[in-house]
């Protein structure tokens, strides 16, 4: 079924979001977003020369203003455009030659992409914000040479890119919890020595 990693992943994120964070307001805010993006997910909106995926728009529109946010923007806009032709030449070798992939495209993506968001990005939010608009710019960059090239009807941002996009950023957010607990394992090791030092 295609889809399932998307609302399966989407889900624990608005489980996680809902039951584990601080009641503040952005726990409601993180709480809608994720709400409206699996809502829109099956919906589209047409143009004269395709349709485009509602929840596409959602996340590129959000995750836009919070690339303005951050900073580094000269930074983050090359950053974001080495994910995206990354993610659009995947998906091009992937239609032209498809024999090469020994694994579905959206794990080969999602590797890509993640590793090259952790090796550009500043930091946690700042590696999450430069994946997921590169890989939106991405998406927009396949399907323009794909029409130009086959003029095959658009779909941008379908559920095949919300999974890559889900996967990819759980892998980078599994990566930055790694992190974090080998770091507080670390302190906890240098305390208890320093205690144990202390004693003799």
Sequence with gaps: ???????????????????????????????????????????????????????YLLIGIVFLGRLVLHGYQIYSTFAVVIIAFAYAALQLFYVYDP??????????????TGILALLLGKNTQHCITILVL?????????????????????????????ETLTVSSLCVGVWFAFKWVTK?????????????????
């Design 1 to 55: 079924m295609e889809g399932i990693f998307f609302y399966w992943i989407f889900w624990c994120y608005w489980i996680i979001v809902t039951f584990w964070m601080k009641k503040e307001t952005k726990r409601m805010v993180y709480a809608i977003f994720i709400l409206l993006v699996i809502m829109a997910s099956l919906k589209q909106v047409s143009f004269s020369f395709g349709t485009v995926g509602l929840s």
């Design 99 to 112: 024999i090469w992939f020994l694994d579905k495209l959206i794990f080969i993506s999602s590797m890509m």
């Design 134 to 162: 590169g890989q939106s710019i991405g998406e927009l960059f396949f399907w323009i040479v794909a029409y130009r090239i086959v003029h095959v009807q658009v779909e941008i941002g379908y559920l095949a890119y919300m």
């Design 184 to 200: 507080s394992l670390e302190q906890f090791v240098d305390k208890s020595v320093k205690g144990k030092g202390r004693i003799l």
